[in-house]
Every structure is written in C-alpha cells, then in structure tokens.
C-alpha cells in the first residue's frame, strides 16, 4: 500500500482511499470541508512522488506545475511526500467588520494584509488559527478594498457560530484560493443574462451582477433570489437601487403577501422566460436546486457552456 508522509508522520493508504481520508483514519489534522473536491479548504502540495492528475482538476496550471492537489481527491499510486499549502495559495486577512443581515446571515468583512487576486463569483477557504476551514463566496468587486462574504448560520456549525458568536474586527484569518469559474466573462455585452440564487447563494452573484456593470453590460440582466420565507432574504434595497437590472425576490413559503413572488423557482423560471437560446445563466446555491436549475436552463434552450453553477456542498461533517 502506497505510504503518505506529511509533517513528520507517515502513513499507508488503504487501496482507493483518499489521502485526506488516510490522513484523518490515522488523527493526522488536514484542513478540510466537503471532501468531495469542491471546495478546495484540502489543497496540499507533494513534494516527492506522482500526484495523479485527477487530484489537480480545477486548480490553476501555475499550482498544477507547483505541485499542489486536493488531498480528498488523491489516491495515491506510489508513495509520496506532501506538505501543506504555501504562501502561494493563501494570504493572511483580517476581520474588518460583521453585519448581521438576516436572523441567519452576517455579511463578513475582511483586509488581506498582501495583494490577493480574484473574480467577483469565485469562492475562497476562510481558514481559522486552528486549522478550521470552510468555503464562502466572494460577494465584493476586486477594485474595493475589502473582502466581502455572506455567512449562513448552520447548526452546530463549528466556523459559522465562531463568526456569529465569537469572533471580532481584528481577528485574524487566512484566505486560500481563489478557485471556481463562476464569474463574468467580458464580451459578448448585449447578450441577455439570468442569475439565479438561493439562501446565501446570492453572494457571488452580488458580485458578478456589479462587476457585469462595471465592465459595461449593456444587454437586459435579471436576477432572482429565492428564500424559504421572506425573512431569509436580504441585501433587497441595495438590488433593487441597480437600476439597471431587473431583480425579482422569490419566497416559497408564505402566508402574507409581499412584493415578492411565491412558489418554487422552477415555476417562477417557466413562467417568465419559456426562450432562453442566446442567454447566459449563473446558478448558485442549494446543490439539488442548482442542478436541476440548470437542466431546465438547457432545456429551454440556453447552451450548456453559458450555464455557470456554483454548488454550495455543505461540509462533510456536516458542520
């Protein structure tokens, strides 16, 4: 069985066992989340033996090149030597300010204390002191001075009640990545566009709706964003002072009325836009939402490559 050694231990892994998986059997602390290759909180670098290339998919070629992989997607053939991610992928941050936005979601601040290059969409690994690691969307523009992300409290969440509870302007976390294509892409200015969010799924597409405009999108843009009941929306007066969108709020559960539609977002998408050929569509949230959005995208004509997904994998461990 190939052999894994990392911060001075080592370790063997199972046949088809991950070396995240390997790693954790053995009470060896890795940062990780989803474990599913997702969300990228897992990235290490092998410094000795092959990385399959399946564990580098996504990653940037200047990682591949340097080595970095996500352990929860290596299974190793050979032994290897791995050690964690370096300065390259993360920097250190700072937490400027916490709003709370919703009963629920706390709109989080951060200052990266050295440059750190984005896209409005992409998410990054919020690292805790600890080792503690989860994934968020970034909701800020690359030209303003913060970082800005939407924190959903989970239950028993160990990052989520640590923001909500404890945490304070000043504290200090790192940032790891960026990673995902979810994000707008200049060219093609008239052409239609559909976001669609639900719960803090909104948050990369706050961003790119803003960085749309800023690069000088002229065609219509509509934006959802779909709640359980009206009190899990928010950031309303804010979409609805970009004028130059049409922004719809979308509650499936209610028992008053509201300037906002009820019942599922299918319906809702059927209703409104039966012809979408030529359109392009950014779809985040809810996994199960986001993917069975995205066949009725296709399915009313929009080209599977203009249909970009960003599926919020909750963590492994369910906190």
């Given at each position: 069985m190939p052999a894994v050694s990392y911060k001075g231990r080592t370790v063997e892994v199972q046949p088809g066992e991950s070396v995240l998986d390997g790693l954790l059997r053995h009470d060896v602390a890795v940062p990780h989340a989803c474990k599913a290759g997702s969300c990228g909180s897992c990235l290490l670098r092998g410094v000795e033996g092959a990385v399959p290339a399946q564990a580098q998919l996504g990653l940037k070629d200047s990682w591949k090149a340097r080595g970095y992989f996500l352990a929860c997607q290596c299974r190793p053939e050979t032994d290897l030597v791995v050690e964690v991610a370096g300065s390259g992928t993360r920097?250190?941050?700072e937490i400027v300010s916490m709003q709370q936005l919703?009963?629920?979601?706390?709109?989080?601040?951060?200052?990266?204390?050295?440059?750190?290059?984005?896209?409005?969409?992409?998410?990054?690994?919020?690292?805790?002191?600890?080792?503690l690691a989860r994934s968020y969307s970034i909701a800020s523009l690359n030209t303003e001075a913060e970082i800005e992300l939407h924190v959903r409290?989970?239950?028993?969440?160990?990052?989520?009640?640590?923001?909500?509870?404890?945490?304070?302007?000043g504290d200090r976390v790192h940032l790891q990545g960026p990673f995902g294509e979810c994000f707008y892409t200049p060219g093609r200015e008239q052409q239609p566009l559909l976001l669609i969010g639900t719960g803090t799924g909104l948050a990369p597409l706050y961003g790119i709706v803003r960085d749309a405009l800023q690069r000088g999108h002229s065609g219509p843009i509509h934006l959802i964003h779909g709640a359980l009941r009206s009190a899990d929306l928010y950031l309303r007066q804010e979409l609805q002072e970009l004028v130059a969108i049409n922004y719809t709020a979308s509650v499936l559960e209610t028992s008053e009325s509201g300037d906002?539609?009820?019942?599922?977002?299918?319906?809702?998408?059927?209703?409104?836009?039966?012809k979408l050929a030529g359109w392009r569509g950014f779809v985040c949230g809810d996994p199960a939402i986001v993917q069975s959005l995205r066949r009725k995208l296709f399915l009313a004509g929009m080209a599977m490559n203009d249909i970009l997904a960003d599926a919020f994998v909750p963590a492994a461990n369910m906190v």
């Open positions: 920097v250190a941050a919703t009963h629920n979601v706390m709109r989080v601040r951060l200052a990266c204390l050295a440059p750190f290059e984005f896209r409005p969409g992409q998410y990054v690994s919020l690292l805790r002191e600890d080792g409290r989970v239950r028993d969440g160990l990052m989520s009640n640590w923001l909500f509870d404890a945490a304070l302007p906002y539609y009820t019942g599922p977002l299918d319906l809702l998408i059927a209703e409104r836009f039966q």
